[in-house]
């Protein structure tokens, strides 16, 4: 265990033990590692698994949702007694969850939801993701105080949960705000590169003078934005300002350098209150609620950024 695991397993030390978990094997299908974000979940579903003692099997799908098909069907073949996945799409899952239901192997969803039937899957353990999407829109309309406003958006990957519902919780936060208008919105599919590249070419297209807004589906696409609008000769947090989501150290970095103006805290912790379920499922059949939703949180100029940076850093992301 390297140094920042340390931290990271002390931390979640402090949480309360649940029943003891031994001899469980449980799958985990992860979506890859496009974020920030997504690498600290990885880091902490694997802590929480070993502070159980759960033989973990992971698997990286590196973005494509036939990987994780094949990774379900192969946990299923291996009779394994639980399943985690974070669905890189909304559709397509339901041939896959079937079997794991006629396996009768318990399906727990990580940070994003499904377009299934949700008998096929035990619980869904995920922020409110409309949700995200309307607290940054409002920062923003309360920012803008009626004055005029030109928005870009930087979109998450095409056809994913969050993508689809940040766009709308956003979109219903601006709706009846003449002022604010959506002039382009486009996937960086949740990436730092994509960001750069989308945003630069908003840049051209607009001219940076006529942007008066950015909003990111992510911490990452935002800090990618950020040096293309350096980049540009622009000053990012100032003359365009920047909402994102996630809460990820390198947002809260930028919003203490003035260089980013908001963020929206999503918790890499998923696998906390998805073992939980899952171990308490696993020992007397307690059923979870469908829907185990994580908290959602603010973050602005307003909070001492500089130190919570150094306090996330520490703990492992
Ligand atoms: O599903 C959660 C999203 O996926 C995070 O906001 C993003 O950073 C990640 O890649």
């Not at 469980?24 to 579903?45: D, K, M, N």
């Not at 309307?134 to 930087?154: K, S």
């Not at 209150?273 to 959602?296: C, H, N, R, V, Y």
Request: hydrophobic residues 45%.
């Amino acid at each position: 265990m390297n140094i920042k695991s340390t931290l990271l397993a002390s931390v979640l030390a402090l949480a309360p033990l649940a029943a003891p978990a031994a001899d469980l094997t449980i799958g985990f299908s992860q979506i890859g590692s496009e974020s920030g974000w997504r690498a600290a979940e990885t880091t902490v579903t694997k802590l929480e698994a070993e502070k159980r003692g759960i033989n973990l099997k992971f698997a990286d799908a590196q973005q494509k949702q036939e990987n994780q098909i094949k990774a379900l069907r192969s946990f299923i073949a291996q009779g394994v007694d639980a399943i985690l996945i974070a669905p890189v799409v909304a559709t397509g899952w339901d041939e896959v969850l079937e079997e794991a239901k006629e396996a009768k192997i318990p399906v727990v969803l990580l940070d994003r939801t499904v377009d299934a039937p949700d008998d096929l899957y035990l619980t869904a353990v995920t922020s409110d993701l409309v949700h995200e999407g309307t607290v940054a829109g409002q920062w923003l309309v309360d920012e803008v105080a009626g004055a005029d406003c030109r928005v870009v958006e930087l979109q998450g990957t095409t056809g994913s949960s969050p993508a689809i519902d940040r766009k709308n919780g956003f979109e219903k936060a601006l709706a009846g705000n003449a002022n604010l208008e959506i002039v382009r919105s486009q996937t960086g599919d949740f990436t730092r590169s994509q960001g750069k590249v989308v945003m630069e070419a908003f840049l051209k297209a607009e001219g940076g003078e006529n942007i008066c807004a950015l909003y990111a589906h992510n911490d990452d696409m935002a800090v990618g934005a950020i040096q293309a609008i350096k980049e540009a000769g622009l000053k990012p947090g100032v003359d365009i300002k920047i909402v994102a989501i996630d809460a990820v150290p390198d947002a809260h970095l930028a919003i203490a350098n003035g260089e980013m103006n908001a963020t929206i805290e999503l918790t890499p912790n998923m696998a906390g209150p998805a073992l939980d379920a899952l171990e308490a499922f696993l020992a007397d059949g307690t059923m979870p609620p469908k829907w185990i939703q994580t908290e959602s949180k603010l973050f602005t100029a307003a909070d001492d950024n500089q130190s919570i940076y150094e306090m996330k850093k520490g703990l492992g992301y």
